[in-house]
């Protein structure tokens, strides 16, 4: 099991910026896509951005035009770059790896957003 370990969370003023980054113990091609999700507590986890092995991008329409999610295959490394930050984005960030058979999570990453 490739273990996946977010960081780069934090608590950050409105309209600023912070980059997540996942760190795979493994190979990421082990996984046919890379995701980024998030949580509020009493809401359920939603996608935020993912991106397939051929690097292929999808954003939610509540991020588009402020969040960009890439990875680094030789590093085995998925980022999620958040910029104009506001508060309805407060939220635990988790990295997920899938494919047909996998599912795998990391411990999520809190991004609190306040002045």
């Known amino acids: 099991q490739v273990q996946l370990v977010e960081s780069g969370g934090g608590l950050v003023q409105p309209g600023g910026s912070l980059r997540l980054s996942c760190a795979a113990s493994?190979?990421?091609?082990?996984?046919?896509?890379m995701a980024w999700y998030r949580q509020v507590p009493g809401k359920q986890r939603e996608l935020v951005a993912s991106?397939?092995?051929?690097?292929?991008?999808n954003c939610a329409g509540s991020v588009k035009g402020r969040f960009t999610i890439s990875r680094d295959n030789a590093k085995n490394m998925v980022y999620l770059q958040m910029n104009s930050l506001t508060p309805e984005d407060t939220a635990v960030y988790y990295c997920?790896?899938?494919?047909?058979?996998?599912?795998?999570w990391g411990q999520g990453t809190q991004v609190t957003v306040s002045s």
């Open positions: 991106i397939t092995n051929g690097g292929s991008t």
């Open positions: 493994g190979s990421i091609f082990s996984f046919s896509a």
């Open positions: 997920n790896g899938r494919s047909v058979l996998v599912n795998d």
